[in-house]
């Protein structure tokens, strides 16, 4: 197992090389990257900023709460930090277990108390110049370009 | 006694800094130091109750602040 919140582009492949194992019978990577469009915008990147020390804490906790949870150990999760292009890659999370159901489930599981909990914000840029940060729970507050 | 706050993302924007050193009263708990900032912010941009970390852990509003604490205020958080 392992977490950590990184400044540099991701490799998904050697993530996966990292979880895998003849003890597996099911390895699941999930790659979340910047999309085009958000809330009808034509975003054209993101920028992702965090508390690093409490993010990496927290990531690490996850991690763990997900190995005690499903059984494995074999999960690796990195997120990255910086300006991100569309289709850039912002966060990996590998997991490998003997059968498939858990390992769909711990990788589920890892993303959305990542969403939950970890302090990691974005800022979209749009194609129109502006750029805003990135409230899941309300409305944007914009700023100009 | 001094503790050290920290904005991130629009939060930082609401101060002007990311970082700022601060004297409050002995035996403060978070929630008092949140009524403090709230007027340093005349126009409201912080929400009534935002997310508080003492030291890179999440925290109540009734947690006892010590000398030379951490205080992070949390916007919503939107990694992934």
Avoid: C
Avoid at chain 1, 83 to 94: K, N, T
């Amino acid at each position: 197992m392992r977490a950590a919140v990184v400044p540099t582009p991701l490799d998904a492949t050697a993530l996966l090389a990292e979880v895998a194992s003849v003890a597996n019978g099911a390895s699941i990577v999930f790659v979340g990257t910047v999309r085009e469009v958000n809330e009808g915008r034509a975003v054209s990147g993101i920028e992702y900023t965090a508390y690093e020390a409490m993010a990496a804490r927290e990531l690490e906790a996850i991690v763990t709460e997900a190995v005690s949870r499903f059984g494995t150990s074999d999960i690796v999760v990195e997120h990255r930090l910086g300006r991100m292009g569309l289709g850039e890659a912002s966060v990996v999370i590998a997991v490998a277990h003997p059968h498939r159901a858990e390992a769909y489930d711990a990788s589920r599981f890892v993303i959305e108390e990542l969403k939950r909990r970890v302090p990691i914000w974005k800022r979209e840029e749009y194609v129109d110049g502006t750029r805003a940060w990135v409230d899941p729970t309300a409305a944007r507050a914009e700023v100009g370009p | 006694m001094t503790i050290t706050a920290l904005f991130f993302a629009s939060y930082a924007d609401v101060f002007g800094r990311g970082r700022m050193e601060m004297e409050v009263p002995n035996g403060s708990t978070v929630g008092e130091l949140l009524r403090h900032l709230h007027s340093l912010d005349p126009e409201r941009r912080l929400p009534p109750a935002p997310l508080v970390a003492v030291n890179e852990r999440y925290a109540r509003p009734d947690q006892v602040l010590r000398h030379g604490d951490e205080v992070a205020v949390i916007p919503p958080v939107a990694g992934g």
